[in-house]
């Protein structure tokens, strides 16, 4: 069937005053295009009427729009499914990060208008991949107040829910509590645990399945239909939409806190003291009481994070001996006191006790002594050490997060969920956190990141709320974050495919599993869309329906290339959509120019960048080739999780590539950023541009 495109040209926002449209209008005829229109303003009423005129007219079925960023404008530029709409974007990367009116400038615009004709002549409209028997259930596994609030809120929307726990009762950590934090003003009064009342709320509710004393024996399938395997005295097999892993944690080894006194019998963890109290009512409590904050925690020889709970707790519990035992007096050192949000009110309210006594410093010695415990403070607030004799000892010590091996996920890339280095549940933690990197699998609570109640039941309705999400996206054949409504999904061609298993042990999801031959077995509703899997394959047998091998080729190809002697360098630059493409409109906006040498193609993620492109640019005569992607490492991160480190790894590849051209190794360079980094954009392409000049034309030019 033949492709019917039509250009639509802008010329306002000052894009007509720095570019020639009439020009540019005829590049769109030249290219053989259905219609080719110019307007001043398309995304007002008439405009958008003009276009809407066209594709009801004409069976215009592919449109671009030449004029401001895909990012801007989204509602406006709203057409029906059928129509595959491509934006040029020759304000911000063009008209307004380019000298106005310069030849350069004028050939940027035309080049921007060429890639976007030769990629929507090459791309397809996607048909959205629709599993049959897809199921609106949801699983939760997790017992604690993390997992009971999530099921509470999937009920309550109206989805049917499992939840499983391990033990015999529901309730985890909250039933071994003697009080909690209050949430809400005066804060002066501690409350009784809340848990007896959630669990009672969650067995009125009719669509709430509960299986305690049941572990999970294997988990396979992908979101919409995953077979769940549960055992309690006998298998059972239920099939949900969606997952909710809401697992716990568990104490550090306060075993490990020799030196600060664990093993006396004085000594105790604060978990420990929490059931001492509950489990004996009108136990009198000793004259002085030590608490010791950030036991094992904010260490690097222990857990080098803060657990987030600890603080409050010990002022919590400090407060129910000071009630239990007006005699008593409670000590309190601390690295910081961390009592975020409203529980800083909490802790002011502690503050005024006259007998809980707080002071910064390090324990320097913990000494058993015959009828107390004498510890040596130093680094105090008034500079001056001090020493403390004390009956008993509280150790604030941290969280470690359960772990996700027991789920059996059916996945080659293993049973449980990936993890941090500190082994909590790995996601994209700036922007998606609920997210794992088992699509349609969520983590909630402790599992995640340390968290006190309040922030697990938050946590729980977020990670809720996205389950119910990808089922719905599911439904409809669509992607989940980042890439929310991609239809698009990996189409293989596998008579060509070798089995090297490059795209199974790359894609970062999970989302292919594989035979015995090692022949990848797809599951498209795991598929995030990163098309790393498409970057992977030397043989080029994955594509998208909208982002192919040929369709950024054609886009490559496209370019008028100059010859060596008219000095004007190509630069070919690989941005990815997530973070470099964001800095680069918002560097136009803020009015930063850099050089028209440049020729942009954003990419999904860097680690999508297929080899083949690379030798399409530097055959093609670009002189050089620029990848700027999300920064990697441990304070931001890809938003594909790894694929700006893949760029890395496969740099030797690409370097072969290189070295059998016969060409520099400096012609390849890879930058990162993180979307704030505007205004290190204009410097990034403006040096690679002079570094470039300096190694001068490719030689391929002349062929």
């Known amino acids: 069937m033949e492709k019917k495109i039509g250009v639509y040209i802008c010329s306002g926002c000052e894009i007509g005053k720095s570019i020639d449209i009439e020009k540019l209008s005829q590049i769109a005829s030249e290219q053989n295009v259905t219609i080719c229109k110019n307007h001043s303003s398309l995304c007002s009423i008439e405009g958008f009427d003009l276009i809407s005129s066209d594709i009801a007219n004409e069976n215009i079925d592919r449109v671009i729009i030449a004029a401001c960023s895909p990012r801007l404008k989204t509602e406006v530029f709203d057409f029906p499914e059928n129509v595959l709409l491509d934006r040029a974007n020759i304000r911000e990367q063009v008209a307004w990060s380019m000298e106005p009116n310069e030849e350069d400038t004028q050939m940027a615009a035309e080049d921007c208008l060429r890639m976007s004709i030769a990629k929507v002549a090459n791309t397809e409209i996607p048909n959205p991949f629709i599993a049959d028997n897809i199921s609106s259930d949801i699983l939760v596994v997790g017992g604690g107040i993390t997992g009971i609030t999530a099921a509470i809120d999937g009920a309550k929307a109206g989805y049917k829910v499992h939840i499983i726990e391990k033990e015999e009762k529901l309730g985890g950590w909250l039933n071994k509590l003697h009080k909690q934090i209050p949430y809400a003003a005066p804060y002066s009064e501690l409350i009784n645990p809340e848990i007896e009342d959630k669990i009672k709320e969650l067995e009125k509710l009719d669509n709430i399945q509960i299986h305690t004393s049941t572990t999970i024996k294997e988990i396979s399938g992908q979101p919409g239909h995953f077979e769940v395997q549960l055992l309690n005295g006998k298998e059972e097999k239920v099939i949900v939409g969606s997952i909710v892993t809401a697992t716990g944690w568990q104490a550090y080894d306060a075993n490990k806190l020799s030196y600060l006194g664990y093993g006396n019998p004085k000594v105790l963890t604060n978990v420990e003291f929490e059931e001492f109290v509950k489990n004996n009512p009108g136990k009198e409590f000793p004259k002085n009481i030590l608490f010791i904050q950030c036991a094992g925690s904010r260490d690097k020889g222990h857990l080098p994070y803060c657990s987030a709970f600890c603080c409050a707790t010990s002022l919590k519990q400090a407060k129910y001996i000071r009630d239990l035992s007006p005699e008593s007096n409670v000590f309190v050192v601390y690295k910081d006191i961390r009592t975020l949000g409203l529980y800083e009110e909490f802790y002011k309210e502690i503050q005024k006790d006259d007998q809980i006594f707080f002071t910064k410093g390090e324990i320097e010695k913990v000494i058993p002594e015959k009828n107390n415990i004498s510890v040596q403070v130093k680094d105090t607030l008034i500079g001056e050490d001090i020493s403390l004799s004390v009956d008993m000892l509280v150790l604030a010590t941290g969280m470690i997060p359960n772990g996700t091996e027991d789920l059996n996920l059916n996945y080659r890339l293993g049973k449980g969920l990936p993890e941090l280095k500190y082994n909590f549940s790995d996601s994209h933690f700036i922007c998606f956190p609920y997210e794992t990197r088992r699509t349609g699998i969520y983590a909630a609570g402790s599992l995640r990141e340390p968290m006190n109640i309040a922030s697990s039941k938050s946590d729980a309705s977020g990670a809720m709320l996205k389950a119910i999400q990808t089922i719905q996206a599911t439904k409809r054949g669509e992607a989940v974050h980042p890439r ?7 189409d293989l061609f596998l008579d060509r495919c070798t089995d090297c298993k490059r795209c199974t042990e790359e894609c970062p999801f999970g989302s292919y599993d594989e035979n015995e031959k090692g022949t990848p077995l797809p599951n498209p509703n795991r598929c ?22 040929n369709s950024i080729s054609a886009m490559i190809k496209s370019v008028e290339v100059p010859d060596e002697f008219e000095e004007k360098p190509r630069i070919l630059v690989f ?34 960048i297929n080899k083949v492109w690379i030798s399409d640019a530097l055959s093609k005569g670009y002189d050089g080739i620029l990848q700027i992607g999300c920064k990697p490492g441990d304070d931001y991160q890809c938003h594909f999780i790894h694929g700006s480190e893949l760029t890395e790894t496969r740099g030797e590849n690409i370097q072969e590539t290189l070295e059998t051209m016969m060409l520099e190794p400096e012609r390849i360079k890879t930058e990162f950023v993180e979307i704030t980094d505007y205004d290190k954009i204009p410097k990034i392409i403006n040096d690679y541009v002079e570094d470039i000049e300096l190694i001068g034309p490719n030689p391929f030019k002349e062929l």
């Open 484 to 490: 929310s409504g991609d239809k698009s999904y990996p």
């Open 528 to 549: 995030r869309r990163c098309g790393i899997c498409l970057g992977s394959c030397p043989e080029r047998v994955i594509n998208f329906a909208d982002y192919s091998i």
């Open 575 to 608: 941005v990815c959509e997530n973070d470099a493409y964001p800095a680069m409109d918002m560097a136009a906006q803020k009015g930063l120019k850099y050089s028209p040498f440049v020729r942009v193609i954003p990419v999904r993620c860097l680690g999508s």
